[in-house]
């Protein structure tokens, strides 16, 4: 009936509209910040209609030209709260039919509330990085730190003789015996004051490189969060919901359209989907699972 056909149009509705958002937020906190990869920057209409590094992309999930308009003429700040803003009004919509009831529309409205919430944390970090005067501090501090370290070391670990271990290397290969450290003027042997020396090198260092690493965790180089593949997984995750829990082959038809295929996948997903897709659009909800769980 009329009412039916209405839940079902809501449901794919809700679904491309969901992918709306991920596309939104990630062009948000990644291509609007950083560009495409290698610094190449593009216009804000070329990521809305052509998007091409979105999986899927953003054009294939818009659906007239006077939508993609419409998110244009809104700063990309603020998309996601429009898109959630339509979510949200839409659920509503479907809690005065009866499809859902109060306590599921009030689930749906505060996991908006939490992803608009995680927005503004992922705004703050690709947004206010360390200052070049802080970082030069912090690198100046640990450079001095670390190379003093050893002067210190040597009141409990001993200091290494070089001149023992040179006077050692030289016996080891003269017929004459090696030379005790007594000759030497050591009052005992030479401990290894330099290692605890290297230990701390190493972890202040290491500290200070992963620092340097996790401030831009939204970029394209590694180590990163591949928000491609998170795309993909959203894409996959919901089709395999809808058509499994849909009883209207409509439904299954407008969900299983191979749009997502337009976009740049991770190389271990290439072959499976394409191939899935090769075998109509049934396929792709058998292997998504199965394709998710390689990594």
């Given at each position: 009936?009329?009412?039916?056909?209405?839940?079902?149009?809501?449901?794919?509705?809700?679904?491309?509209?969901?992918?709306?958002?991920?596309?939104?937020?990630?062009?948000?906190?990644?291509?609007?910040?950083?560009?495409?990869?290698?610094?190449?920057?593009?216009?804000?209409?070329?990521?809305?209609?052509?998007?091409?590094?979105?999986?899927?992309?953003?054009?294939?999930?818009?659906?007239?030209?006077?939508?993609?308009?419409?998110?244009?003429?809104?700063?990309?700040?603020?998309?996601?709260?429009?898109?959630?803003?339509?979510?949200?009004?839409?659920?509503?919509?479907?809690?005065?039919?009866?499809?859902?009831?109060?306590?599921?529309?009030?689930?749906?409205?505060?996991?908006?509330?939490?992803?608009?919430?995680?927005?503004?944390?992922?705004?703050?970090?690709?947004?206010?990085?360390?200052?070049?005067?802080?970082?030069?501090?912090?690198?100046?501090?640990?450079?001095?730190?670390?190379?003093?370290?050893?002067?210190?070391?040597?009141?409990?670990?001993?200091?290494?003789?070089?001149?023992?271990?040179?006077?050692?290397?030289?016996?080891?290969?003269?017929?004459?015996?090696?030379?005790?450290?007594?000759?030497?003027?050591?009052?005992?042997?030479?401990?290894?004051?330099?290692?605890?020396?290297?230990?701390?090198?190493?972890?202040?260092?290491?500290?200070?490189?992963?620092?340097?690493?996790?401030?831009?965790?939204?970029?394209?180089?590694?180590?990163?969060?591949?928000?491609?593949?998170?795309?993909?997984?959203?894409?996959?995750?919901?089709?395999?919901?809808?058509?499994?829990?849909?009883?209207?082959?409509?439904i299954a038809d407008d969900l299983g359209k191979?749009?997502?295929?337009?976009?740049?996948?991770?190389?271990?997903?290439?072959?499976?989907?394409?191939?899935?897709?090769?075998?109509?659009?049934?396929?792709?909800?058998?292997?998504?699972?199965?394709?998710?769980?390689?990594?």
């Open positions: 009936d009329h009412q039916h056909a209405e839940v079902a149009g809501h449901k794919v509705e809700l679904r491309r509209m969901t992918l709306v958002l991920y596309a939104v937020v990630r062009q948000f906190i990644r291509e609007q910040q950083v560009g495409l990869p290698g610094g190449k920057r593009v216009s804000d209409r070329d990521l809305v209609f052509r998007d091409p590094e979105g999986c899927p992309s953003l054009s294939m999930l818009l659906k007239s030209q006077s939508e993609g308009e419409n998110i244009l003429a809104i700063d990309y700040k603020n998309r996601p709260n429009v898109i959630v803003a339509r979510i949200r009004s839409r659920v509503e919509h479907l809690r005065r039919l009866g499809v859902v009831d109060r306590h599921q529309a009030l689930e749906i409205f505060r996991e908006g509330e939490s992803i608009l919430a995680s927005l503004k944390a992922m705004e703050r970090i690709v947004s206010t990085p360390v200052p070049y005067a802080y970082r030069h501090m912090i690198n100046f501090i640990v450079f001095v730190f670390v190379n003093t370290a050893p002067f210190v070391f040597t009141a409990t670990f001993g200091w290494i003789s070089f001149v023992s271990l040179v006077e050692a290397a030289a016996g080891s290969t003269a017929a004459g015996p090696l030379r005790p450290p007594s000759a030497l003027g050591l009052t005992e042997a030479p401990r290894l004051g330099q290692v605890p020396s290297c230990v701390v090198a190493l972890g202040f260092y290491g500290i200070s490189e992963i620092g340097r690493q996790i401030e831009t965790p939204f970029d394209w180089t590694q180590p990163n969060h591949d928000l491609s593949s998170i795309g993909w997984r959203l894409y996959t995750e919901t089709l395999q919901l809808h058509m499994l829990y849909s009883h209207d082959q409509a191979p749009s997502a295929l337009h976009c740049r996948l991770p190389s271990k997903f290439d072959e499976r989907v394409i191939e899935a897709h090769a075998h109509g659009k049934n396929a792709l909800p058998r292997m998504s699972m199965e394709a998710l769980n390689v990594s």
